[in-house]
């Protein structure tokens, strides 16, 4: 089975060739070297050693051209995720309930309506679009990438998929359950330690299901043929010129 998390980008490097003290003590994986590549200021191609340009080249012969873009919007992800940059989550029911509750009060109504949970859900939603163009902002192959599994699903002939295809990117992008940050377990009161009381929004696994169901499965192991695929491609090249 295809592991659904992609590689992060941990390289301190900010572009250019690795120094060869960097080289001699952990050689950096195909997303690290893509990673890289993509933010370099330095694209010489030189016969005798292997560069960001090779990289670039290289994914440009990719089999998997989506693949590729994968690989640069999660680059992109990791980098906005270290500015502070979050996954926006659609509201659950009981934030939905809770806020309609708290509209209710605020009006001073006897009870919570359909016209307070309504409110409520609009005001959650808005809040969600919002937060979402802010991540779109950060990331700028989101939309192109978007784009792409909206024309496959209709061209599967099922256009049904399509208002999945965001909510997918985005879980792709950070499986980790947003209750306990993929640690699987509660902290102590009080503490950074782990408990051990399981957590309740994940029950233990550390990631929240995929949107969508079945169909929200195929389309992320759909993402991750595409990845692979393209790693392999520019993995293969990259050797092949060595």
Not at 83 to 101: E, N
Not at 183 to 196: A, N
Request: glycine share 8%.
């Amino acid at each position: 089975m295809v592991v659904h998390r992609l590689e992060t980008s941990g390289c301190a490097a900010s572009g250019g060739q690795l120094k060869k003290a960097d080289q001699m003590n952990e050689t950096p994986t195909t997303q690290e070297r893509y990673a890289i590549a993509i933010r370099s200021s330095s694209l010489r191609v030189q016969a005798t050693y292997q560069g960001d340009a090779d990289y670039l080249i290289a994914a440009g012969w990719s089999k998997s051209r989506f693949g590729a873009a994968l690989m640069r919007l999660h680059s992109e992800w990791d980098s906005a995720e270290r500015r502070g940059c979050q996954i926006p989550r659609q509201a659950t029911r009981r934030q939905i309930a809770q806020l309609a509750c708290e509209i209710a009060t605020q009006q001073k109504a006897g009870k919570v309506t359909e016209a307070h949970s309504a409110a409520a859900r609009q005001r959650l939603e808005e809040g969600f679009v919002a937060e979402l163009k802010e991540t779109m902002r950060a990331l700028r192959t989101l939309p192109e990438v978007r784009l792409h599994m909206e024309l496959r699903s209709t061209l599967d002939g099922k256009p049904e998929v399509e208002q999945l295809c965001c909510a997918v990117l985005l879980h792709w992008l950070k499986p980790s359950c947003p209750i306990c940050n993929g640690r699987k377990f509660q902290l102590k009161p009080w503490t950074d330690e782990l408990s051990g009381n399981v957590c309740g929004g994940c029950a233990g696994t550390g990631q929240v299901s995929p949107p969508g169901g079945d169909e929200g499965r195929a389309l992320l192991s759909y993402l991750d043929d595409c990845v692979n695929i393209a790693r392999q491609s520019i993995r293969a090249r990259i050797f092949c010129n060595a």
